[in-house]
């Protein structure tokens, strides 16, 4: 598990991919979540969060919320190419979070492998490196990973 | 509106040219486009640029219109750059073709001049992840996977095999042998195709578009003093639509894909049905995308294009032809300029200039072109309808 602040060597910082995606534990109780927004108005849930509900589109009528830890793989590619900092192969996915969003992660807990996956199973978040900086730093992003079959209630909250 | 017609175009041939600049890219095709038009330069009263990672590449950010047009020896009249990822070319074109049409302007100029190869490979990936929302490419977005992705639902949904994608590359690189302007020119076999290196599963190398330096321009004119300056079959823009990605909600997949809208809203401005189209050049950065296409233009129904490509229907002699010039993946993709490599081919196509990859007398062309990936939707897409006057 990962706590906010720690470093995993002398000089290697960890550094959030973007601000905002997630919540990063601060101990050792705390799970990590994703954080989306709810319209208040429609109830269109979006990740990552926004503040004009792309649904109803009546302003500024979302609010931010913690979203389910599971959700869907609804497609994959095992990926040999890469943005700089990434290692391949690797395996790049959309994933349909149990509120509803389509959202792009990628998929680790398991070889890349096309007999590893398939469309329509189950996945849990987790919270780790996904790549290197130039400088080497590790990147911390949200990744999913497969679950087992007696984890995979719907609709799992926090 | 004013009836608008296609009185020149130009390209320069795609490929490597570590050695020429924009300026140079861009020269070739606009003096081509005049000397085809048979106009006088300095009767051009507007252009239209579109470029679209000139900035990350040569660090040219801004003006780069200007700077390539000059060189060229045009200056004096307004000059619009334009951005729009993989669909700038058309999107400059409908500039053009709407300042035409309006009336503001008798003669126009689209140019599209795009440089991607350069000696820093990094500097390239990052240049292309940036026509889409930057924040994916941060994720571990490849641009390939996500159309990689959305293949695989496809086959799941249609039953493809990577057999089918093969074929196009197969007719694409037939037809990319024919053409002077293509960056590749090697016929390619089904085994060479699915053999070649796995990009991303299941996408290999060939049936990926590949990184290509190139320009290609349009002149339009108001018709009735086209005539005036050309001797050569007038091209008449019948239907010019552009639009940016939708919002989806879920996994509805009811709701039309954008090249799908764009494309009824073309048929319905040119007054024509998907059957009337005697060729096609469409948007095949990755080669399943190709297929896919076939059915949201309504060249076929759903679930079709597999047979489409199986029956040869969209090779050269096919009822439906379907990428003469090679397509992205033969021709070459130099992002900006597609579009305008799109129309310059169909354009060559309704005179009966093609040479070797003529299509049989073609009346009504087709361009689709579409670019970037924004929340879950293409950034932009165009379809453009042109017809050969009587």
């Keep these: 598990m990962l706590h906010k602040g720690t470093t995993s060597g002398t000089t290697k910082q960890q550094i959030e991919v973007l601000p905002g995606l997630f919540h990063l534990p601060t101990s050792s109780s705390d799970k990590p979540y994703l954080i989306g927004s709810k319209c208040k108005l ?66 680790t807990g398991c070889e890349p492998e096309e007999k590893a996956l398939q469309i329509g199973m189950r996945v849990e978040l987790v919270i780790g490196k996904i790549c290197e900086d130039e400088k080497g730093n590790d990147v911390i992003g949200y990744q999913f990973q497969p679950i087992k079959k007696n984890q995979t209630k719907k609709r799992g909250r926090l | 509106m004013r009836k608008v017609v296609i009185i020149g175009v130009g390209a320069h041939v795609c490929g490597k040219m570590l050695d020429k600049s924009l300026r140079d890219l861009g020269r070739v095709a606009i003096w081509d486009a005049i000397s085809d038009a ?86 390239v990936v990052r240049a292309i992840a940036s026509t889409s929302e930057i924040e994916l490419s941060k994720m571990g977005v490849q641009f390939t996977a996500l159309y990689a992705m959305h293949t695989r639902n496809y086959m799941q949904e249609y039953g493809l095999t990577p057999e089918h994608f093969a074929k196009v590359v197969v007719k694409n690189s037939y037809n990319g042998s024919l053409n002077p302007y293509a960056q590749h020119r090697t016929p390619l076999t089904i085994d ?19 990184i290509s330096d190139g320009a290609a321009a349009a002149i339009l004119c108001a018709e009735d003093i086209a005539r005036q300056y050309t001797a050569k079959p007038l091209v008449e823009v019948s239907a010019c639509k552009l639009a940016s990605g939708v919002f989806r909600g879920r996994s509805d997949t009811t709701i039309p894909t954008l090249s799908e809208i764009v494309a009824q809203s073309a048929y319905k401005e040119a007054g024509i049905s998907p059957e009337d189209v005697d060729l096609a050049e469409v948007h095949d950065a990755m080669a399943p995308a190709e297929l896919m296409e076939y059915e949201e233009l309504g060249l076929c129904k759903k679930g079709e294009a597999a047979r489409m490509i199986d029956e040869g229907r969209t090779k050269i002699d096919g009822d439906i032809p379907v990428n003469p010039s090679g397509g992205l993946t033969a021709r070459g993709h130099p992002i900006g300029a597609t579009g305008l490599y799109q129309v310059a081919e169909c354009v060559w196509q309704l005179r009966g200039e093609a040479g070797k990859r003529q299509v049989h007398n073609p009346r009504v062309a087709l361009v689709q072109n ?16 042109l017809r050969r006057r009587a």
């Design chain 1, 42 to 107: 429609c109830g269109y849930v979006s990740f990552p969060k926004r503040v004009v509900c792309p649904a109803c589109v009546k302003g500024i009528t979302m609010e931010e919320v913690a979203l389910s830890r599971y959700g869907t793989v609804s497609s994959f590619s095992i990926s040999r190419v890469a943005p700089p900092g990434f290692t391949v192969p690797y395996i790049q996915s959309f994933v349909e979070l149990d509120e509803g969003p389509r959202i792009f992660s990628l998929i």
């Design chain 2, 38 to 123: 048979t106009i006088d330069a300095k009767e051009i009263q507007v252009a239209y640029v579109s470029n679209s990672i000139a900035g990350l590449i040569t660090g040219q950010e801004g003006s780069r219109g200007q700077t390539v047009l000059r060189a060229s020896g045009l200056g004096g009249i307004p000059v619009i750059n334009v951005e729009n990822a993989c669909a700038g070319g058309s999107t400059a074109f409908r500039g053009a073709y709407l300042e035409v049409a309006s009336g503001a302007c008798d003669i126009a100029l689209a140019l599209g001049v795009e440089k991607m190869f350069c000696d820093d490979t990094p500097r």
């Design chain 2, 192 to 210: 060479q195709v699915l053999n070649s290196r796995m990009i991303s599963d299941p996408l290999t190398l060939y049936m990926c578009a590949s």
């Design chain 2, 370 to 385: 579409r670019g970037g990936f924004v929340e879950g939707d293409d950034a932009a897409a165009a379809v453009i309808i």
